[in-house]
C-alpha cells in the first residue's frame, strides 16, 4: 500500500466499538461513512446488507454520518 497513511483517530468515529473486521461504505467527498458489517459475517448476509443499504440509499431514507 505505497499511498498508505498514519492512522488520524478516524478509526475511533467509525467504529467505537472496536469489532474487527469491520466493513464501511466511503464517499470522501462528503464524509459519509455506511456501515455494512462488524465481525465475521457470511456472503450471504453481507449481500443482504448490501440490498438493504441500496434500498434504502434509492429512497434517500438512510442517515449515513
Known amino acids: 500500500f505505497p499511498e498508505a497513511v498514519p492512522d488520524n483517530g478516524i478509526i475511533q468515529k467509525v467504529n ?16 459519509n461513512v455506511i456501515p455494512v458489517a462488524w465481525g465475521m459475517t457470511t456472503p450471504t ?8 443499504i441500496i434500498k434504502a440509499l434509492e429512497r434517500k431514507d438512510f442517515n449515513a454520518s
Open 45 to 52: 448476509q453481507l449481500m443482504d446488507n448490501f440490498t438493504t
Open 16 to 31: 467505537v466499538k472496536g469489532v474487527y473486521p469491520a466493513l464501511f461504505l466511503a464517499h470522501p467527498p462528503t464524509g
